[in-house]
């Protein structure tokens, strides 16, 4: 068996319910059923191999990781390995009770996203009415039983404008990191990107607007910012590189080097089920076909940058360039680079947003 350095995280979609309905929901467009998902003893299982391979964080979503009953007892299982523990959520099923169960497990930190700072625009873009008054309430909870507070604000053309207030939101709720992430542009999102692609003068807007937050909140609260790619003149690093530090788990079992992986078709991805996390790891060919940079061609190839932006997203490149080992577009050394520059120069139009509404 090849010995590589163990990934840092194990990213666990814990189930693909949710009670929302985002319109830029980025999980794919079939989603995993609930009969398909590992059960409590699988997942116990998958936490201690990714113990045994070097694995430190737990990353746990969804879809809604909350909707699963077992939530806590998976905590707690992580937590006696060793792992430290993140739970990312909506927060709108974080009762007191359920408070209380993640802190006997041990969590030991909670992400809490928004989809906005008021609650008419919130429950209007999550498709859950009375859900920014939970997530309030959730975020007192956070604070209360002394955990760290990551807020996370996912921006669009529709809500760009009220960027500000949003940070501003997280620095009252008390959040020790913000972050604010541009929709990225899979599965579901992909339906809606015509409506919620920014335009460029919002972008330039949304930049400065993070740039003056950072400043303002420096030593007290940390600002993580996502672009979208569409704007950029290169590639960000996918995921730390594919295959390089991270592990991506569907609740089916299957496991990925990235999110959205599983929109090449060109590539087969094992599952936990029938194969070991350390095989798939050290050994799967969908995770060493694109790790490094022995797989790339001109320009990626002699650029300086291969080991920094390890090519950019795959997915992206098959997307827009029709071919997964094409240089990312979102690079202006790619050939398809026109494709995204005509797109963000397209005239915005006033677009209906379709939310997702199958919730399994």
Same mark, same amino acid.
């Given at each position: 068996?090849?010995?590589?350095?163990?990934?840092?995280?194990?990213?666990?979609?814990?189930?693909?319910?949710?009670?929302?309905?985002?319109? +830029?929901?980025?999980?794919?467009?079939?989603?995993?059923?609930?009969?398909?998902?590992?059960? !409590? =003893?699988?997942?116990?299982?998958?936490?201690?191999?990714?113990?045994?391979?070097?694995?430190?964080?737990?990353?746990? %979503?969804?879809?809604? /990781?909350? =909707?699963?009953?077992?939530?806590?007892?998976?905590?707690?299982?992580? =937590? %006696?390995?060793?792992?430290?523990?993140?739970?990312?959520? &909506?927060?709108?099923?974080? &009762?007191?009770? *359920?408070?209380?169960?993640?802190?006997?497990?041990?969590?030991?930190?909670?992400?809490?996203?928004?989809?906005?700072?008021? $609650?008419?625009?919130?429950?209007?873009?999550?498709?859950?009415?009375?859900?920014? $008054?939970?997530?309030?309430?959730?975020?007192?909870?956070?604070?209360? *039983?002394?955990?760290?507070? %990551?807020?996370?604000?996912?921006?669009?053309?529709?809500?760009?404008?009220?960027?500000?207030?949003?940070?501003?939101?997280?620095?009252?709720?008390?959040?020790?990191?913000?972050?604010?992430?541009?929709?990225?542009? +899979?599965?579901?999102?992909?339906?809606?990107?015509?409506?919620?692609? /920014?335009?460029?003068?919002?972008?330039?807007?949304?930049?400065?607007?993070?740039? #003056? @937050?950072?400043?303002?909140?420096?030593?007290? %609260?940390?600002?993580? +910012?996502?672009? /979208?790619?569409?704007?950029?003149?290169?590639?960000?690093?996918?995921?730390?590189?594919?295959?390089?530090?991270?592990?991506?788990?569907?609740?089916?079992?299957?496991?990925?080097?990235?999110?959205? =992986?599983?929109?090449? /078709?060109?590539?087969?991805?094992?599952?936990?089920?029938?194969?070991?996390?350390?095989?798939?790891?050290?050994?799967?060919?969908?995770?060493?076909?694109?790790?490094? !940079?022995?797989?790339?061609?001109?320009?990626?190839?002699?650029?300086?940058?291969?080991?920094?932006?390890?090519?950019?997203?795959?997915?992206?490149?098959?997307?827009?360039?029709?071919? $997964? @080992?094409?240089?990312?577009? #979102?690079?202006?050394? &790619?050939? *398809?680079?026109?494709?995204?520059?005509?797109? !963000?120069?397209?005239?915005?139009?006033?677009?209906?947003?379709?939310?997702?509404?199958?919730?399994?």
């Amino acid at each position: 068996m090849n010995s590589l350095a163990p990934p840092m995280g194990l990213i666990a979609e814990l189930t693909h319910r949710c009670p929302l309905q985002c319109a +830029y929901c980025s999980n794919p467009l079939e989603m995993v059923r609930p009969a398909e998902e590992l059960s !409590t =003893a699988e997942w116990l299982s998958v936490i201690d191999q990714a113990a045994d391979i070097g694995v430190l964080q737990l990353h746990l %979503t969804g879809g809604e /990781p909350m =909707a699963r009953r077992d939530l806590a007892q998976i905590i707690t299982h992580a =937590a %006696t390995a060793g792992l430290y523990t993140n739970l990312i959520t &909506s927060g709108v099923l974080l &009762s007191d009770t *359920a408070m209380a169960d993640l802190l006997d497990a041990g969590i030991d930190h909670i992400q809490l996203s928004f989809q906005e700072a008021s $609650a008419e625009l919130g429950d209007k873009f999550g498709g859950y009415r009375g859900g920014h $008054a939970k997530k309030l309430e959730a975020a007192a909870r956070i604070r209360a *039983a002394g955990l760290s507070l %990551t807020t996370n604000f996912v921006i669009h053309r529709q809500n760009i404008a009220h960027l500000d207030a949003m940070i501003a939101l997280g620095e009252a709720l008390g959040s020790d990191r913000i972050e604010i992430a541009h929709v990225q542009y +899979y599965g579901w999102a992909l339906k809606n990107r015509d409506a919620l692609l /920014p335009t460029r003068p919002q972008l330039v807007g949304a930049n400065a607007c993070v740039a #003056a @937050a950072r400043e303002r909140l420096a030593g007290r %609260t940390v600002i993580d +910012y996502v672009v /979208p790619d569409y704007y950029a003149k290169r590639p960000k690093a996918c995921m730390g590189g594919w295959g390089n530090r991270f592990i991506h788990l569907l609740p089916s079992g299957r496991a990925l080097p990235c999110h959205a =992986a599983e929109s090449i /078709p060109s590539l087969t991805f094992a599952s936990v089920r029938e194969t070991s996390l350390a095989a798939i790891w050290n050994e799967d060919p969908a995770f060493a076909r694109f790790r490094g !940079t022995d797989w790339m061609s001109e320009p990626c190839q002699s650029c300086d940058r291969r080991e920094i932006d390890w090519g950019g997203c795959r997915c992206q490149a098959l997307a827009l360039a029709g071919d $997964a @080992a094409a240089t990312d577009p #979102a690079c202006a050394l &790619s050939s *398809a680079h026109a494709v995204l520059e005509a797109i !963000t120069a397209a005239e915005p139009a006033d677009l209906p947003l379709f939310p997702r509404r199958l919730q399994l």
